[in-house]
């Protein structure tokens, strides 16, 4: 080959970021915005929290990144405040669903309590198995009301992004009894040609013993379609099982989901209509 690989500068990686909004189709574009809701209990300590990402305009998703709720005020309603307050701001900021990602020994009977279904599911390395879900917001969802619900004497405030390490640290504790904390690694390279310049490039990390995520990839236009993606791939490939990866995770979209199929990804997850007109993947290969 008549490239070497290198390891990307933090330029490269603003670079690749960059050159990707301009290939995605421009009615995808977004402005994201992120959210921290909490509930505090009468002494001013935090009982429950989440944490929320808003992709406005033609994207118009909500993603639930975290949810959290202290163990002694667990089956009160403070998750179901939490999650109704989330889709108050989804539809305020014109969202057209919210998804969210949770696991066999998490809570996927709670969010289907609330109207979610899942799209993709997972076995993990572990045994434990990892959902997706969604719910369409214009849908006619019926809404769920707690049985026990006398966490309404609460209330849900914005939170810092203090209150939100503090939320985080909440369901990492929680996890940590069922999933141990994997050691990250990035593999994030490029290649150059003989001159140094720039070819492609990927981001991505690995979760030693577990699994690699691909965050980004991409090649300049006049270089494609001669193998320097896949390369990057394929090497990306043999850095998770060095570090004993069983498996790469990525995200597509309908606009570059044929990349993934043709390198051996398949499709674990499709989520129809988003962002509206288009759809959107999750993707595995078992390495």
């Known amino acids: ?15 690749i970021g960059e050159k990707i909004n301009e290939i995605v189709p421009r009615e995808v574009d977004a402005d994201e915005e992120e959210f921290v ?24 998703r909500m993603y639930l990144d975290t949810l959290w709720v202290d163990e002694h005020y667990r089956n009160q309603g403070i998750g179901s405040m939490l999650v109704r307050e989330v889709e108050r701001i989804a539809r305020e900021k014109d969202c057209r669903v919210v998804t969210l990602g949770t696991a066999s020994y998490m809570a996927r009977p709670f969010y289907e309590k609330h109207g979610y279904t899942v799209f993709t599911t997972l076995k993990k390395p572990n045994g434990y198995i990892s959902y997706s879900l969604v719910k369409y917001l214009n849908r006619d969802t019926p809404e769920y009301v707690p049985t026990n619900n006398s966490a309404a004497r609460f209330r849900v405030s914005p939170g810092t992004d203090e209150d939100a390490d503090v939320i985080r640290e909440g369901i990492g504790t929680y996890s940590s009894a069922y999933e141990p904390e994997y050691e990250s690694v990035g ?66 979209g309908d606009w570059n989901v ?11 997850g499709e ?9 959107c993947y999750e993707l595995y290969k078992k390495i």
């Not at 390891?7 to 670079?15: F, P, V």
């Not at 990402?53 to 994207?59: D, F, I, S, T, V």
């Not at 989520?271 to 759809?279: E, I, M, N, R």
Request: charged share 30%.
């Open 258 to 268: 044929d990349f993934f199929r043709k390198n051996g990804y398949l499709l674990r």
């Open 187 to 252: 593999f994030d390279r490029k290649l150059v040609n003989r001159d140094g310049g720039f070819a492609a490039g990927m981001i991505a990390d690995v979760n030693k013993g577990a699994y690699g995520f691909i965050d980004a990839v991409f090649v300049e236009e006049p270089l494609r379609l001669q193998g320097l993606g896949s390369y990057l791939l394929t090497e990306m490939e043999e850095f998770a099982k060095k570090h004993g990866a069983s498996m790469i995770l990525t995200n597509a």
């Open 37 to 60: 809701l909490k509930i505090e209990n009468e002494n001013g300590g935090i009982i429950g929290g989440c944490i929320a990402e808003a992709y406005e305009y033609h994207w118009s």
């Open 271 to 279: 989520l129809k209509d988003v962002p509206q007109d288009h759809c």
């Open 1 to 15: 080959m008549e490239y070497k690989i290198e390891d990307l500068t933090k330029e490269d990686a603003e670079y």
